[in-house]
Structures are given as structure tokens and as C-alpha cells.
């Protein structure tokens, strides 16, 4: 056990390993703020319904033989998860099933124009990387970090100033523009941050294990705590610790590799089962305490 | 000078009319009913208020000091997501957001004015419990505390008693009836409750489309059942 902590502790001799760590915890840290709001308005699959929009978008670029498919890809993207995220309360069309529509849309879209226009081409390798990220996490480069770091301190920046708005808007959108909050713009504000973040960490991270850093830490936490503050203060406790657990038990030696965006999940699952056993734990207590 | 006037409003969606003709004025410690039957566009008036809808015609001028966002507004349907996670005090305090203040903390004053509208409506025992596992008349009690702390001038309640038993609902025009009389807050009570409305109402408001009336709530039950 001992060698194999001092083991982890020389792989993060390496800078790349070192560089993996952080970015996983930002971005984490990043996904479990934002994912308790994104869990509340019904919008917990936007990481995987975004890579099918990222997809549609690849397709169109390929199409169009653009030298660098990012610049197109990245700001349709971001445009159809600010739509996706703005509608707040007057969308007559709700939550999971406009993601739904969104992903299925863009998904037979993007096949359809790829088999009309299709120049050949690796589609099945752009598909995987719009799925699984386009770097690894483990050949991240310095200017990655940087990006990494921004994103964070626009995202704490974000839930430290406007916290209560924040909190006043998602609870009750009508009162909120009732006592002159301009709802419109907060919405516009927070659905621009969470969807260049998820856009970012998607290229970074992958979309599956996005999604889970989204739903994980914040479904743990409401699992237990019933105050809104309570709720976000754990779930950035929990996502930031189960990536920093899962990515250093993936440097452990073993004969094969782990994988770290798999491990991640991992981690995350267990909290959330404990988080879960816990929560139904308390509830008995309180039940047993009234009678 | 009035406190809140409304001259020949006409409200609606989008160009489909609901009600017309619309007029009324309020001083500072009025307490108003205003009664009219389902879809007579009693809802769509205390958005009109509150500037969340556009008047189709018609001026709501407010003087006193009163500005839209300073009412305190308990709207008609609870916003419940069954798995949203948020304490009794942490829904109260979110109502004093219109007061400003950029500092991104609540400040003491605010702090200590939920404790005192907490200890008003003997919600103290609730502060900490979660908001969606009260009772249906706890939550509007909650409401209630919320839009006291949005106001000093004017409540606007739409329809508080809904589906509350016969005490907690006499509990809850109580509670009302003493900030409008101790605090001098101005009362808007939208309601069905005619025995209510007799009891408590100093004008009253009726909106409908052949029997509009606003005027004195003597006058209003004098005439018996023809506004009824
Ligand atoms: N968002 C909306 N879009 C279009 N029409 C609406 C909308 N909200 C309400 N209406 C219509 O406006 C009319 C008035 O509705 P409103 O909610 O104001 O009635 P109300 O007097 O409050 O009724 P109740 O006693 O049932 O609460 C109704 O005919 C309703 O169908
Ligand atoms: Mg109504």
C-alpha cells in the first residue's frame, strides 16, 4: 500500500500528470457548481445532448471544407446551449425534451449531410472525439491549464457576486422579475458561462465523463442536504474530490493502465451511494424523532 | 394624491382581450378585495401591476414613493419543484433582493428584518426546515414572509387562502389584517372569499364582464346579490 502511494507520488513528479490533476479538479469543481442548476431545470444531459449538436456542427464544417472545423463548431454549440438554457420559465417546450430534440435533431442532421456530402473523410474518428474529448487529459498542454484556470475564476467570480440572484431566479423566476431582478439577463448570463464551460470542458474531458461531473456531485448533495447553500457548498466538495481521487488512483501501477475518465465515474458513483444511504439514514432519524 | 391609480386599464395576451374598463385608486392603508369569477383576469391585473405584463391600454401610475418593484407580491400558484432544495429563511431573505445593494452578501439589517417578519408570523420554529416539506399552508405562510420582506408600502395577494383549511386560512387573514393596520401596509386581496371579504375590505374591486364595480365595501354589499 505504502509503495503504492509512493508510486502516485512519483508519477506526479511528471508535469503531465500534474496537469491532468488540475484541469480534472477545475473543471470538476466547475460541473458540480453549475450542475446543481443545470440537475434542477431538468437539464442533467446537456454534456451528451451538446456533443450531438458538436456532431451536427462538425458535419456542416466538413461539409463546407473548412480548414478549421472549430471555429465553426465551437460557436454553434455555445449558441444552441444558451438557447437550450435560456428558455427558463415561458419555454413552451421544456427541459429534457428540448435537449432530446436538439440531440436527435442535430444528430440525423449531421449524418444526413456527411452521407450527402460526404467526402470520405475519418468520421467515425471526429464522431469519437466529439464523444471523448479531443485531447486526452494526459497530453494536456500549458495553454490548456491557462484556459482551465479563466473558466474557474469567471465560473467562482459568477457565484460569488450573484449568488442570491441566482438563488432567487431558479427558485421563483416570477417573483424574481416581480421585485425588478432583470431575469432576462441573469438567465442570458448564466446560460452563456455554463455553455462556453460545458463547450470547453467538453474538448477537454470528454462528454461522458462530463455528464457525469455534472449529475453526480449534485445529486449527491441534494441526497442529503436540504438548504441551498448546504447543497452547492457539497457539491463542489464532492466533485472536486472525487476527480482529485479518481485521477490519482488511475496513476496507480497495475499490469493494465486504468482509465481515468472511467475511474472519475466511478469514484463519483460510490459518493453518491453513500451520500444516498446516508440521506435515506437521516430521514429515518427524523421520522423516528416526530413520533 | 393616491398611492396607486389604474385609469381605464384593458388587459391581455396578445391582443385577445380579457377584461376592460378597469379603473381604480387606492390610498396608503386601503384594504382592497377584488372579486370576480375564474378567468375574469384578476391574475392577469397583479401581473399588469407588477409590470410583468403590458397593460393592452391604460395607465397604473403609483405615487407615495410606491415603484412596481416595491410591492410585495405572494403570486397565486406555489413555485414547488418537488426536489428543489432551499430553507424556510434562505426563501424569506430572497424577497428583500429588491432593496439593492451590491454587496453579495445580505447585510445585517436584512438579516435581522427576516428575523422580525419571522417573529411576526411565527415562522421562527420553521427557519431551518426544508421549504418542500411543509404543509401547503406553512408554504403560503413562507410566501407571505417572502413578500412582506419585498415591501414596506404594498402587499399584493393573489387568491393566499387557496386550499387552506378553515383555521389556517382565519390564521392567515388575521395576520394580514394586522400589518395593514398596525404597519399601515397597503392590502390588495385578490379572493373567491365573500364572508372575507365583508369582514376585512375597505373597497373592493369587481372584475367581470358585465358587472364591474369599484367603490366602498358598504356599497358593494348594499346592493345584496347584484354583484355576487
Ligand atoms: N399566459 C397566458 N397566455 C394567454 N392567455 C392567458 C394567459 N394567462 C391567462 N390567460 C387567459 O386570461 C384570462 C384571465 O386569466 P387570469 O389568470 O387573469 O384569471 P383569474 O381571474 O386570475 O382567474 P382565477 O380565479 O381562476 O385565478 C383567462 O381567460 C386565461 O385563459
Ligand atoms: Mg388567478
Known amino acids: 500500500m505504502l509503495e503504492m ?19 480534472g479538479i477545475l473543471v470538476a469543481l466547475c460541473a458540480s457548481l453549475l450542475g446543481v442548476s443545470l440537475v434542477l431545470k431538468r437539464m442533467s444531459f446537456i454534456g451528451d445532448g451538446l456533443s450531438h449538436v458538436a456532431f451536427g456542427a462538425l458535419a456542416i464544417a466538413t461539409a463546407l471544407k473548412l480548414s478549421d472545423e472549430m471555429l465553426l463548431v465551437l460557436p454553434i454549440t455555445v449558441i444552441a446551449a444558451i438557447l437550450l438554457l435560456r428558455g427558463g420559465k415561458k419555454a413552451k417546450i421544456r427541459g429534457d425534451a428540448s435537449l432530446a430534440l436538439w440531440a436527435v435533431g442535430s444528430l440525423a442532421l449531421g449524418y444526413l449531410i456527411i452521407n450527402l456530402f460526404g467526402n470520405g473523410g475519418n468520421v467515425a474518428g471526429d464522431v469519437c472525439t466529439t464523444l471523448f474529448g479531443s485531447t486526452s487529459i494526459l497530453t494536456l498542454k ?3 491549464l491557462w484556459i482551465c484556470g479563466i473558466m474557474a475564476a469567471v465560473v467562482l467570480l459568477l457565484f460569488f457576486l450573484f449568488y442570491r440572484q441566482i438563488f432567487a431566479i431558479t427558485f421563483d423566476e416570477e417573483f424574481a422579475a416581480a421585485t425588478g431582478l432583470h431575469t432576462q439577463a441573469y438567465q442570458l448570463l448564466i446560460a452563456a458561462i455554463t455553455a462556453v464551460v460545458i463547450v470547453i470542458a467538453m474538448n477537454l474531458v470528454g462528454s461522458l465523463l462530463i455528464s457525469a461531473l455534472v449529475i453526480f456531485p449534485a445529486l449527491a448533495a441534494m441526497q442529503v442536504f436540504k438548504r441551498f447553500r448546504d447543497v452547492m457548498l457539497c457539491s463542489a466538495l464532492v466533485g472536486v474530490g472525487a476527480a482529485a481521487l479518481g485521477i490519482l488512483i488511475s496513476f496507480a501501477p497495475t499490469q493494465a493502465p486504468i482509465p481515468m475518465g472511467a475511474t472519475v465515474v466511478a469514484v463519483n458513483l460510490v459518493i453518491f451511494l453513500i451520500f444516498a444511504l446516508i440521506g435515506k439514514f437521516k430521514s429515518l432519524q427524523i421520522r423516528k424523532s416526530h413520533i | 394624491m393616491a398611492q396607486l391609480e389604474c385609469r381605464n386599464l384593458t388587459l391581455g395576451y396578445e391582443g385577445k382581450t380579457v377584461a376592460t374598463g ?9 384594504y382592497l378585495f377584488i372579486l370576480g369569477e375564474n378567468g375574469s383576469g384578476k391574475s392577469t391585473l397583479a ?3 407588477l409590470r410583468l405584463n403590458q397593460a393592452l391600454a ?5 405615487a ?5 418593484n416595491r410591492i410585495g407580491y405572494l403570486p ?3 413555485p414547488s419543484q418537488k426536489d428543489f432544495p432551499a430553507s424556510v429563511k434562505e426563501i424569506i431573505r430572497s424577497g428583500g433582493l429588491n432593496r439593492g445593494g451590491l454587496f453579495p452578501f445580505y447585510s445585517k439589517e436584512e438579516k435581522e428584518r427576516a428575523h422580525t417578519v419571522m417573529e411576526q408570523l411565527e415562522l421562527l420554529p420553521l427557519e431551518n426546515r426544508c421549504f418542500r416539506e411543509l404543509s401547503g399552508g406553512q408554504q403560503r405562510k413562507v410566501l407571505l414572509a417572502r413578500s412582506l420582506m419585498a415591501t414596506r408600502e404594498l402587499l399584493l395577494l393573489d ?3 387557496a386550499a387552506l383549511d378553515p383555521h389556517a386560512t382565519a390564521e392567515l387573514y388575521e395576520i394580514i389584517r394586522r400589518l395593514n393596520q398596525e404597519q399601515k401596509i397597503t392590502i390588495i386581496m385578490i379572493s373567491h372569499d365573500l364572508e372575507a371579504a365583508k369582514k376585512y375590505a375597505d373597497k373592493i374591486l369587481h372584475i367581470g364582464k358585465d358587472s364591474a364595480f369599484f367603490g366602498a365595501a358598504e356599497d358593494y354589499f348594499k346592493g345584496g346579490t347584484a354583484h355576487a
Request: no cysteine; net charge negative; aromatic share 8%.
Open chain 1, 5 to 23: 502511494l509512493q508510486q502516485i507520488g512519483h508519477i506526479l513528479s511528471y508535469p503531465f500528470a500534474v496537469r491532468a490533476l488540475i484541469v
Open chain 2, 58 to 62: 391604460g395607465e397604473i401610475l403609483f
Open chain 2, 64 to 68: 407615495d414613493g410606491l415603484k412596481a
Open chain 2, 47 to 49: 401581473k399588469a401591476l
Open chain 2, 76 to 78: 397565486q400558484q406555489t
Open chain 2, 22 to 30: 378597469i379603473d381604480f385608486s387606492l390610498n396608503k392603508g386601503d
Open chain 1, 142 to 144: 500549458t495553454a490548456d
Open chain 2, 159 to 161: 387568491e393566499p387562502a
